[in-house]
């Protein structure tokens, strides 16, 4: 059994930075393939960042160069640095652990969300 629960979600003003963690349980994050997720209202969930246990690193286009996505294996927890946010960026955020190297990609375990809101 996996829990994850992320935190570090708020309110900013557009172009400010937020970090996210996610703190995972148990013995198998540092042979886990990690994702971040996000659902805006009204539309659906949709892929951010994967972390890869080798160490690769995959995102979505509309992220790249402001989010960065890293781990820490001795505390377990994944990261999502989030730079120069807009306000198309408004949405709960979610972590996910994948199962394997599914394709297309499937996940097992998810946190419970954690808000991010940015203003205009």
């Known amino acids: 059994q996996v829990q994850l629960v992320e935190s570090g979600g708020g309110l900013v003003q557009a172009g400010g930075s937020l970090r996210l963690s996610c703190a995972a349980s148990g013995r198998t994050f540092s042979s886990a393939n990690m994702g971040w997720y996000r659902q805006a209202p009204g539309k659906e969930r949709e892929f951010v960042a994967i972390?890869?246990?080798?160490?690769?690193?995959y995102y979505l286009e509309s992220v790249k160069g402001r989010f960065t996505i890293s781990r820490d294996n001795a505390k377990n927890t994944l990261y999502l640095q989030m730079n120069s946010l807009k306000p198309e960026d408004t949405a709960v955020y979610y972590c996910?652990?994948?199962?394997?190297?599914?394709?297309?990609?499937?996940?097992?375990?998810w946190g419970q969300g954690t808000q991010v809101t940015v203003s205009s």
């Open positions: 972390s890869g246990y080798l160490g690769s690193t």
């Open positions: 996910a652990k994948k199962i394997g190297n599914t394709k297309p990609p499937m996940y097992d375990y």
